[in-house]
Nanobody
Framework: QVQLVESGGGLVQAGGSLRLSCAASGRTFSSVVMGWFRQAPGKEREFVTA????????SYADSVKGRFTISRDNAKNTVYLQMNSLKPEDTAVYYC????????????????????WGQGTQVTVSS
């Protein structure tokens, strides 16, 4: 069983920055792919970014590429999402998730390949 707890969300003006954190329990954290997804009001949850077990490989949605950076600290069982140059369209609930072991050599972009999810943290970007 893995528990994930996100933090760092809040209200920020367009152009500003936020750093989200996701703290994980469980001894397998350092061997799993971690991902961030988001869900805006009235929309489906969408992929944002993912990072492999070592942090050496990452993947980003086109909408956030160049503005968001994912990283991880395996010693702290924590994955981070640095969000810069925020836009109103980035407003959403942000979720972190662990990829199922079958995908540990991939950077999956689909929800069904992730097996544990956090409760989410709200990010609101005002114009």
């Amino acid at each position: 069983q893995v528990q994930l707890v996100e933090s760092g969300g809040g209200l920020v003006q367009a152009g500003g920055s936020l750093r989200l954190s996701c703290a994980a329990s469980g001894r397998t954290f350092s061997s799993v792919v971690m991902g961030w997804f988001r869900q805006a009001p009235g929309k489906e949850r969408e992929f944002v970014t993912a990072i492999n077990w070592s942090g050496a490989s990452t993947s980003y949605a086109d909408s956030v590429k160049g503005r968001f950076t994912i990283s991880r600290d395996n010693a702290k069982n924590t994955v981070y999402l640095q969000m810069n140059s925020l836009k109103p369209e980035d407003t959403a609930v942000y979720y972190c998730a662990t990829a199922a072991p079958d995908y540990r050599y991939d950077l999956p972009r689909t929800e069904r390949r992730y097996n544990y999810w956090g409760q989410g943290t709200q990010v609101t970007v005002s114009s």
